[in-house]
């Protein structure tokens, strides 16, 4: 079979697979669920034989540290997928909820609906977990989904889609409501972006050359962030301790994340109590520093380039800037950071709210580090991706970000006379 013959066959069985899920009750739904979430237990031991295969091959490729780490399948993160799973089990159903009725003049009541948006492709890079966490978003929010993993990853990809689908079996649902493309023909995602007939959005997850790649030639509406350049900004009315635990924490918890602070803004007023601190603490995580004049001046960085402030590093680097006032920061935010999660740390409230109201970000924080900027932490179970779109979907995207709303109208015999 021809790639392009394969990606037709995958794309029409997504599509019917879809059009039984919208008949597919919330007890179904989560049974699928809690069966993935039992048949990934069982698998553990093949998913690290599998992704062993993984690690060994992108050693021989000379992945990384950064990218060996999102691909490694660990127990703690395999306890992770399965708990994600049971999580999303728990959450509401958002599919057939009729909210905002009223009744018109005419005397017909009007609502909206939640639906699914049907299918919908997902291609991502490097993390395997990922597959759980878009299986199970997408399950549960009513969508049949096509998952193109990276090329690295694909041995443990597919030994998860096995889990997937023995828990879609077992609760009698399509298996080909969750279907991992098998091949790692690059042409395969060029294919999927270019199905409107069968692919309803596609969400690109991964370096900003995918995400800009996808952008740029689909024929299908896409989700999206193209990166996570996220700041944080400590203001002359900050608690210092709180401040250099929030920086600590959203620079090295993990650092090649999305939501890791990339630049740090400092009030002119405060740099000199707070800097030298953190450039210690982070000199013993083995943070590079780079910095503007004022910055220079305090600590030891190397000179930040106007491409520093733009750049997402996911990497053990951090910008600085010293900054006269909230305002310098918001505005320096807003032109080079990405629109992904920003945070403030101050104790003043009328600056916390209007950093809240003027920085154009998806997720901001308050005195809280930009690592919180997750699907899981806010609850959502996991999440889809993060979108720094302002249309349909923002942040974290969610069950309620995988679905649509649609007018329903309810009668009793009326009719319309002009």
């Given at each position: 079979?021809?790639?392009?013959?394969?990606?037709?066959?995958?794309?029409?069985?997504?599509?019917?697979?879809?059009?039984?899920?919208?008949?597919?009750?919330?007890?179904?739904?989560?049974?699928?669920?809690?069966?993935?979430?039992?048949?990934?237990?069982?698998?553990?031991?093949?998913?690290?034989?599998?992704?062993?295969?993984?690690?060994?091959?992108?050693?021989?490729?000379?992945?990384?540290?950064?990218?060996?780490?999102?691909?490694?399948?660990?127990?703690?993160?395999?306890?992770?997928?399965?708990?994600?799973?049971?999580?999303?089990?728990?959450?509401?159903?958002?599919?057939?909820?009729?909210?905002?009725?009223?009744?018109?003049?005419?005397?017909?009541?009007?609502?909206?609906?939640?639906?699914?948006?049907?299918?919908?492709?997902?291609?991502?890079?490097?993390?395997?977990?990922?597959?759980?966490?878009?299986?199970?978003?997408?399950?549960?929010?009513?969508?049949?989904?096509?998952?193109?993993?990276?090329?690295?990853?694909?041995?443990?990809?597919?030994?998860?889609?096995?889990?997937?689908?023995?828990?879609?079996?077992?609760?009698?649902?399509?298996?080909?409501?969750?279907?991992?493309?098998?091949?790692?023909?690059?042409?395969?995602?060029?294919?999927?972006?270019?199905?409107?007939?069968?692919?309803?959005?596609?969400?690109?997850?991964?370096?900003?050359?995918?995400?800009?790649?996808?952008?740029?030639?689909?024929?299908?509406?896409?989700?999206?962030?193209?990166?996570?350049?996220?700041?944080?900004?400590?203001?002359?009315?900050?608690?210092?301790?709180?401040?250099?635990?929030?920086?600590?924490?959203?620079?090295?918890?993990?650092?090649?994340?999305?939501?890791?602070?990339?630049?740090?803004?400092?009030?002119?007023?405060?740099?000199?109590?707070?800097?030298?601190?953190l450039a210690d603490a982070l000199a013993e995580k083995g943070v590079e520093l780079v910095g503007c004049e004022q910055t220079r001046a305090i600590v030891e960085a190397a000179p930040a380039t106007e491409e520093d402030?733009?750049?997402?590093?996911?990497?053990?680097?951090?910008?600085?800037?010293?900054?006269?006032?909230?305002?310098?920061?918001i505005a320096h935010i807003n032109q080079y950071g990405s629109h992904h999660s920003d945070a403030i740390v101050s104790q003043n409230y009328s600056k916390t709210r209007a950093f809240m109201a003027e920085v154009d970000?998806?997720?901001?924080?308050?005195?809280?580090?930009?690592?919180?900027?997750?699907?899981?932490?806010?609850?959502?179970?996991?999440?889809?991706?993060?979108?720094?779109?302002?249309?349909?979907?923002?942040?974290?995207?969610?069950?309620?970000?995988?679905?649509?709303?649609?007018?329903?109208?309810?009668?009793?015999?009326h009719t319309r006379d002009n």
């Amino acid at each position: 079979m021809s790639l392009e013959s394969y990606m037709n066959e995958v794309g029409q069985k997504a599509r019917a697979a879809s059009r039984q899920l919208t008949r597919a009750t919330t007890e179904q739904k989560n049974k699928a669920l809690f069966a993935m979430a039992d048949a990934l237990e069982h698998a553990r031991p093949r998913l690290k034989e599998e992704n062993a295969k993984d690690l060994e091959n992108g050693k021989q490729k000379g992945l990384d540290a950064a990218l060996l780490d999102r691909l490694e399948l660990n127990d703690a993160r395999i306890d992770g997928m399965i708990e994600g799973l049971k999580q999303v089990a728990t959450l509401p159903d958002p599919v057939g909820e009729i909210t905002d009725m009223v009744y018109r003049p005419s005397g017909i009541q009007l609502g909206k609906m939640r639906v699914p948006l049907g299918v919908i492709g997902i291609i991502y890079e490097s993390r395997p977990n990922v597959t759980i966490d878009a299986a199970s978003l997408c399950l549960k929010s009513g969508n049949a989904t096509i998952l193109r993993g990276g090329s690295e990853a694909f041995y443990s990809n597919q030994a998860i889609a096995q889990a997937v689908q023995s828990g879609l079996a077992t609760a009698g649902l399509p298996e080909d409501a969750v279907q991992v493309i098998n091949t790692v023909d690059r042409e395969a995602v060029g294919l999927l972006i270019s199905m409107p007939e069968f692919v309803d959005v596609i969400v690109p997850r991964g370096g900003k050359g995918l995400i800009e790649r996808i952008s740029k030639d689909a024929r299908v509406p896409v989700i999206k962030h193209l990166d996570g350049n996220c700041h944080v900004y400590i203001d002359d009315e900050a608690d210092l301790d709180k401040a250099f635990k929030i920086a600590m924490n959203a620079k090295t918890r993990r650092y090649g994340v999305c939501n890791a602070m990339e630049s740090l803004l400092v009030n002119a007023s405060v740099a000199k109590e707070i800097l030298p601190r953190l450039a210690d603490a982070l000199a013993e995580k083995g943070v590079e520093l780079v910095g503007c004049e004022q910055t220079r001046a305090i600590v030891e960085a190397a000179p930040a380039t106007e491409e520093d402030w733009y750049t997402e590093y996911l990497a053990p680097k951090l910008s600085i800037k010293v900054v006269a006032d909230m305002d310098e920061a918001i505005a320096h935010i807003n032109q080079y950071g990405s629109h992904h999660s920003d945070a403030i740390v101050s104790q003043n409230y009328s600056k916390t709210r209007a950093f809240m109201a003027e920085v154009d970000s998806s997720s901001v924080m308050v005195n809280a580090s930009t690592a919180f900027a997750d699907g899981f932490e806010y609850g959502l179970g996991a999440e889809i991706g993060i979108s720094t779109d302002k249309i349909h979907a923002r942040g974290p995207v969610g069950l309620i970000g995988l679905t649509s709303q649609k007018y329903v109208v309810l009668g009793d015999g009326h009719t319309r006379d002009n």
